[in-house]
RNA sequence: GGACCUGUAGCCUAGCCUGGAUAAGGCGACAGCCUUCUAAGCUGUAAAUCCGGGGUUCGAAUCCCCGCAGGUCCA
């Protein structure tokens, strides 16, 4: 599509004297498709000509001739309209398509490499579903980092060292546990502090056995850590999210890296001991909203303080991210991250693209995995589950062959109400719109996918026959080429712009238009030539949804 | 007290970066469409002070300023 905005404005820029760069921007899309497939506006032209709008555009569609792919030059008003040549965008589209498949819209970049952590969770509990936002937004991330051409590797720090840990470590004792049992033993040990601050002591002094290095108490630490992260991957696993490295806090709990971080540091004349008698970092001049803009690197006693250890951390993750480093991150990070980008700044050393979401809220308030109100990941999947084999059943599908594909439908609609909204934003959880099969949902992307898979099982596509796309002019099939056509762009922005909403909202609307060409297009019973354009169309639809569907990382099912 | 994000029909959201034609979808409501490729679908109707107030502009949901409300963080 920017092909052909770039050609209009070539035409415009010829006939009206501005800058074709110019004019590239000027070019608008109408807002309904019966009036053109692109405008340009005179309202810029007439201020300058001193000339009405609405005659400025008249005379450039008499000067300007239509060519190529432009068809007609239409004068609307103040706007002057163009349209394309149907069959030609259709196929040219269709043929890039069929060329390019499953890469359709890729970038196709080489020999680059980025890093992405997400996630992240503190390991203390099963999930909930806010957490949950951060790895559906991470993974789709991956996924569509990967698909442009980026040899991607995903990340998940996991900080097994902090008070929140040690507490559980603490409330844990030596009973033997199961990664579900965790989230019980964590709201106890909470609500036991509060009644008891005394207890708080206890679990300082495990932390600084653990820090000292007591072989025992680090083995303890682990055992949870990993009953806990065993837990949580085998989880996500369940919906196909998965990393490549899990990064240990404690790694840098001794490591030198610290120190060489600190020392550093020092060389810019910006460390300073508070107080306190710590080691603090001056961060004034990068505009951080803080009253003493600093940032905290150590105890009194010298050891690392968290800050100190993610430094280190992003050290190791710069020098493995060679084009894009990225990390998802909860808005209540936001402060903090930018004292980690400016004090890498300080360092020479760029830091991470981060990508913020708001977090999910419940209409009783606000999740608290500490008080226990919180809507567990697992218990989403677990209804979404459940209301898929119910829907399947409904429809007479067998429960025994069922369970996959109820899997790939009931977490579909799970990622798919996660991710269709911009990270921005709050979002309050609320059962039945979460749990819902109907409009903008996954399902219904899947059943349009479906749908297709089922009439091409159905015909036989003519071996290297020539496509008469002239034939595809009625505006349901029109409709569909140029929403193929919009795919590479929407695909490009949500890379560069780490917006993956984008994706999700793309994949809407081509189903949308599919299934009003369902509709009013029938395809197995036409004639021949028109039967075979309309299967080159829907192959090019299948192939476009299973790309979108596959960037959000929920599964294409061919029935359902 | 300060900073950032959000505010669009009863409910949820897209559009905001990059200003342009009657503000676009979904859920819910109402009225239709299955002897025709899967009705998880399609068609139509009703429903909006685009949070409020200023400003910039030929033109503002979109840009700027001042408020209000919710979320987040800092002190």
């Not at 020999?111 to 806010?130: C, F, W």
């Not at 910006?270 to 009253?291: K, S, T």
């Not at 490009?492 to 081509?510: D, M």
């Amino acid at each position: 599509m920017n092909d052909y905005r770039k050609a209009i404005a070539g035409l415009v820029a010829r006939e009206s004297g501005i800058p074709a760069e110019t004019a590239e921007g000027m070019i608008a899309v109408p807002p309904d498709k019966e009036l053109g497939d692109f405008s340009f506006p005179c309202f810029a032209l007439s201020k300058e000509m001193k000339k009405n709008p609405a005659e400025i555009a008249s005379g450039l569609q008499q000067r300007i001739k239509p060519s190529g792919i432009v068809e007609k030059i239409v004068a609307n008003g103040p706007y002057l309209n163009f349209f394309l040549n149907k069959a030609m965008l259709a196929e040219a589209v269709i043929s890039e398509i069929s060329a390019s498949k499953e890469k359709y819209g890729s970038l196709n970049l080489k020999n680059r490499k980025a890093l992405i952590e997400h996630t992240s969770i503190n390991p203390n509990a099963s999930p909930h579903v806010g957490r949950a936002r951060n790895a559906i937004i991470g993974d789709s991330l991956s996924r569509i980092l990967r698909f442009h051409g980026y040899r991607t590797e995903v990340h998940y720090f996991v900080n097994d060292i902090g008070k929140q840990i040690a507490m559980l470590v603490f409330g844990c004792g030596s009973k033997r546990l199961e990664f579900k049992d965790l989230l019980d033993e964590y709201v106890k040990i909470n609500a036991e502090l509060e009644k008891n601050p005394e207890l708080e002591k206890k679990v300082f002094e495990l932390l600084k056995k653990l820090e000292d290095g007591d072989k025992q108490v680090i083995a303890r630490f682990r055992r949870v850590v990993e009953l806990c992260i065993i837990g949580q991957a085998k989880l996500f696993e369940e919906l196909g999210i998965r990393y490549d490295f899990f990064d240990y806090e404690s790694k840098y709990l001794w490591d030198k890296k610290t120190e060489d971080v600190l020392r550093q540091l020092q060389g810019t004349g910006r460390v300073f001991v508070d107080a306190d008698g710590r080691n603090v970092l001056n961060l004034e001049g990068f505009g951080l909203a803080m009253e003493i803009p600093v940032f905290v690197l150590t105890r009194a006693d010298k050891t690392s303080l968290y800050g100190l250890r993610d430094l280190a951390y992003n050290l190791d993750k710069i020098s493995r991210a060679k084009d894009r480093n990225i990390v998802v991150l909860g808005e209540d990070h936001k402060l903090y991250f930018r004292q980690i980008e400016s004090t890498l700044s300080l360092m020479g050393l760029k830091a991470p693209e981060a990508v913020h979401y708001s977090f999910i809220l419940l209409a009783s308030g606000k999740m608290s995995t500490r008080s226990g109100n919180l809507v567990l990941l697992e218990e989403f999947m677990q209804q979404a589950l459940e209301k898929a084999v119910r829907e399947l059943a409904s429809r007479g599908k067998s429960m025994k062959n069922s369970r996959p594909l109820a899997k790939a439908i009931g977490y579909g609609a799970l990622k798919y109400h996660i991710i269709k909204v911009s990270p921005e934003k709050n979002v309050v959880f609320d059962w039945e719109q979460a749990l819902s099969f109907d409009g903008e949902s996954a399902p219904y992307i899947q059943y349009a996918h479906a749908r297709i898979c089922s009439i091409l099982k159905k015909a036989s596509l003519p071996k290297s026959k020539k496509t008469n796309f002239s034939l595809l002019g009625a505006k349901e099939e029109t409709g569909l080429a140029s929403a193929l056509a919009n795919f590479p762009e929407i695909a490009e922005r949500a890379c560069s712009q780490l917006r993956p909403h984008l994706i999700a909202n793309y994949a809407y609307l081509l189903a949308d238009s599919f299934n009003r060409f369902y509709h009013a297009c029938p395809v197995l019973s036409e004639e021949k030539e028109l039967m075979n354009a309309r299967l080159q169309l829907i192959l090019c639809v299948k192939y476009v949804l299973e790309i979108c569907l596959s960037l959000l990382g929920i599964e294409s099912p061919e029935s359902m």
